[in-house]
């Protein structure tokens, strides 16, 4: 079984930063990309940023030159560390990855969601 773990969500002031964590656990043979996704309310789940196993990077045009992603493939661990934060990046972030379970067998997981809340 495997399970993506999301940590570091909260309350932050606007301009103030956070860093959320994802952990992947369980019979994992191996992790292709990596990303973070946010679902604000009333909103589609939109692609805040993604990683490649090689480390190549993509972000959303609103979160460009404010988020970072990065990942850890000894941890099997991604980041995302946000930084100038506006109350427009108040969403539930969401963990996603491709992992092989085995040779060839790869699937699509997602973690449970923690909730951002930029407000003063």
């Known amino acids: 079984q495997v399970q993506l773990v999301e940590s570091g969500g909260g309350l932050v002031q606007p301009g103030g930063s956070l860093r959320l964590s994802c952990a992947a656990s369980g019979s994992i043979f191996s992790i292709s990309d990596m990303g973070w996704y946010r679902q604000a309310p009333g909103k589609q789940r939109e692609l805040v940023a993604g990683?490649?196993?090689?480390?190549?990077?993509n972000y959303a045009d609103s979160v460009k030159g404010r988020f970072t992603i990065s990942r850890d493939n000894a941890k099997r661990t991604v980041y995302l560390q946000m930084n100038s934060l506006k109350p427009e990046d108040t969403a539930v972030y969401y963990c996603n990855a491709d992992i092989f379970t085995g040779w060839g067998i790869s699937h699509e997981y997602w973690g449970q969601g923690t909730q951002v809340t930029v407000s003063s």
């Open positions: 990683i490649t196993s090689g480390g190549s990077t």
